[in-house]
């Protein structure tokens, strides 16, 4: 089985991006499951509905959220409510009266994938319920009914995600973080055969702070005083930013972390 995976595609410049990138790399790696964060992917916040679509045309399997996940949630209700839905919610989310999934199975040639999406508890704006419980919980609610786990982790410090690697021992193939928008260099497969990667890093612009302009963060630098609304880089320098993995009986057999510099016409 193999995956592409990119995070944090950024605002409307950069969903032009990936969309230049994407058929060229499904040429080259021949992806089973494409899966995409949107949690920027509108102006900065969390998708709408009309841009939810724009990535199914591109044929993304999974579109996974995080702490933006409240941004437009007016407007996604009803796709999230769709059987065929392809947008998960984190499913730690403290808030019970979330009927909207926080997992999904990806099925293909008989074989299914389940990709479960979490929040960290340390540093994050939400109040979540335990992490490592509820992933476990989720891997044990379908234990002997699907071929390969996987798991988006959410979270602001380094140390969770070997945390909770120990912790699922053989029973999660590949477990990837995000949110600290680098693309670290941690990738490693552990001798129960789980991968892991503290961050898979953005699809955004080259030159910013993150993704805004310098001159608009400027004093959150030099003076503690937000003077200036943030605004966004529109530089047309980008760089996309993924994962390939390939996973074969439940371990995983090869991992790649790419990095391209490219620039929108």
């Given at each position: 089985m193999k995956l592409l995976i990119f995070w944090d595609i950024y605002w409307r410049i950069w969903r032009k991006a990936f969309a230049k990138e994407i058929g060229e790399l499904r040429e080259k790696y021949s992806p089973d499951f494409v899966i995409v964060n949107v949690d920027n992917a509108t102006s900065g916040k969390w998708i709408t509905w009309k841009h939810a679509l724009f990535f199914e045309n591109l044929w993304v399997d999974l579109m996974t959220s995080w702490d933006h996940f409240f941004d437009n949630l007016k407007d996604l209700k009803d796709y999230l409510s769709k059987e065929d839905s392809k947008l998960i919610r984190p499913a730690n989310l403290y808030d019970k009266n979330f009927i909207w999934s926080g997992y999904k199975i990806?099925?293909?040639?008989?074989?299914?994938?389940?990709?479960?999406?979490?929040?960290?508890?340390?540093?994050?704006?939400?109040?979540?319920?335990?992490?490592?419980?509820?992933?476990?919980?989720?891997?044990?609610?379908?234990?002997?009914?699907?071929?390969?786990?996987?798991?988006?982790?959410?979270?602001?410090?380094?140390?969770?995600?070997?945390?909770?690697?120990?912790?699922?021992?053989?029973?999660?193939?590949?477990?990837?973080?995000?949110?600290?928008?680098?693309?670290?260099?941690?990738?490693?497969?552990?001798?129960?055969?789980?991968?892991?990667?503290?961050?898979?890093?953005?699809?955004?612009?080259?030159?910013?702070?993150?993704?805004?302009?310098?001159?608009?963060?400027?004093?959150?630098?030099?003076?503690?005083?937000?003077?200036?609304?943030?605004?966004?880089?529109?530089?047309?320098?980008?760089?996309?930013s993924w994962v390939f993995v390939e996973i074969e009986d439940w371990k995983t057999k090869n991992i790649e972390k790419i990095r391209k510099i490219g620039k929108l016409d």
């Open positions: 990806l099925q293909k040639n008989w074989k299914k994938l389940l990709v479960i999406h979490i929040l960290d508890e340390i540093f994050m704006p939400h109040k979540v319920n335990n992490p490592f419980l509820v992933a476990k919980e989720i891997i044990e609610k379908f234990e002997n009914k699907v071929d390969w786990v996987i798991i988006d982790f959410h979270k602001e410090v380094s140390s969770s995600i070997y945390g909770l690697a120990y912790f699922l021992e053989n029973k999660a193939s590949f477990i990837f973080g995000t949110h600290t928008h680098i693309q670290s260099n941690d990738d490693m497969i552990f001798n129960f055969w789980t991968w892991i990667i503290n961050d898979v890093w953005m699809v955004g612009p080259l030159y910013s702070v993150i993704w805004a302009k310098y001159n608009s963060v400027k004093d959150r630098f030099l003076t503690w005083i937000n003077k200036w609304k943030i605004e966004q880089s529109l530089e047309k320098d980008y760089v996309v």
